[in-house]
């Protein structure tokens, strides 16, 4: 697949086959995570591919009850969702949670928080360098998804159950949980283009608010 396809079209899935992943395709998507770049190469993310289907239901059953909350604030405006078509959006993340322990894989994103050094602690609001040294590799696992045809889910919901996500699968002290993506074979089309601002609106020329393109 052309490289801007894959990027344009690598939409969040809802609707999984049951169908497992090929080892050597898993293979392929894990791997790609491990390009990434991070903060002096120090490298702190681990990756728990989650597919007994004990597990996947106990992380069904935590994720869902978060989900409902999210969904409820969504539906009286607590939390803003961008988009035309924010119903449908809605309805089909809600079958998604509900149905999350059939999704073939769920990878648990870990990061060694003492191999990550934040440089805005200091400022006064919230820190989001941590996640800089995480969340490139996850990107990369999402593209190379796509490249492979399999759908892909990126959620950071579970990540409020880190304690009892941790000890389901022994992840060790010192590890956060950052996300958890469910992979599979969609049974849907991939969308052929996914909704963004567009660059006029995104990118500024010298200065902030000033349109660089049209
Ligand atoms: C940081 C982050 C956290 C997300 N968390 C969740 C989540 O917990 N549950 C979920 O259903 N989708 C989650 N998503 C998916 C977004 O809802 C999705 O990317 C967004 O609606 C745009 O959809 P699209 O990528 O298909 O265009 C998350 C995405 C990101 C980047």
Same mark, same amino acid.
């Given at each position: 697949?052309d490289?801007?396809?894959?990027i344009?079209?690598?939409?969040t899935g809802?609707?999984y086959k049951?169908? %497992?992943?090929?080892?050597?395709?898993l293979a392929?998507?894990?791997?790609?995570?491990r390009?990434?770049?991070?903060g002096?190469n120090?490298q702190?993310?681990?990756?728990?591919?989650v597919?007994d289907?004990?597990?996947?239901k106990?992380?069904?059953?935590?994720?869902?009850?978060?989900?409902?909350?999210?969904l409820?604030?969504?539906?009286i405006?607590g939390?803003?969702?961008?988009?035309?078509e924010?119903?449908?959006?809605?309805?089909?993340?809600?079958i998604?949670?509900?149905?999350?322990?059939? +999704?073939?894989?769920?990878?648990?994103?870990?990061?060694?928080m003492e191999?990550?050094?934040?440089?805005d602690?200091?400022?006064?609001?919230?820190?989001?360098?941590?996640g800089?040294s995480?969340?490139?590799? +996850?990107?990369n696992l999402?593209?190379?998804?796509?490249?492979?045809g399999l759908?892909?889910?990126?959620?950071t919901?579970?990540c409020?159950?880190e304690p009892?996500?941790k000890?389901?699968l022994?992840?060790?002290?010192g590890?956060?949980?950052?996300?958890h993506v469910?992979?599979?074979?969609?049974?849907? %089309?991939? %969308?052929t283009?996914?909704?963004?601002l567009p660059l006029?609106?995104?990118?500024?020329?010298d200065?902030?608010g000033?349109?660089?393109y049209?």
């Amino acid at each position: 697949m052309d490289f801007y396809d894959v990027i344009q079209t690598a939409g969040t899935g809802r609707y999984y086959k049951e169908d %497992p992943i090929p080892d050597d395709v898993l293979a392929r998507v894990l791997n790609a995570a491990r390009w990434a770049p991070q903060g002096g190469n120090r490298q702190p993310n681990r990756y728990v591919v989650v597919r007994d289907a004990a597990k996947k239901k106990a992380l069904r059953d935590l994720y869902f009850p978060f989900w409902r909350d999210y969904l409820a604030a969504a539906g009286i405006g607590g939390i803003q969702i961008r988009g035309n078509e924010v119903p449908k959006l809605l309805k089909d993340a809600d079958i998604f949670a509900d149905n999350l322990d059939k +999704v073939p894989v769920i990878v648990v994103v870990c990061a060694l928080m003492e191999a990550i050094h934040p440089t805005d602690l200091e400022l006064e609001r919230d820190p989001v360098v941590y996640g800089a040294s995480i969340y490139p590799a +996850v990107q990369n696992l999402l593209l190379a998804a796509r490249a492979e045809g399999l759908g892909a889910t990126m959620t950071t919901l579970l990540c409020h159950s880190e304690p009892q996500v941790k000890e389901l699968l022994s992840i060790p002290d010192g590890y956060a949980t950052a996300a958890h993506v469910a992979l599979g074979y969609l049974s849907v %089309p991939f %969308p052929t283009k996914l909704t963004r601002l567009p660059l006029s609106e995104v990118v500024f020329a010298d200065e902030f608010g000033k349109p660089m393109y049209e």
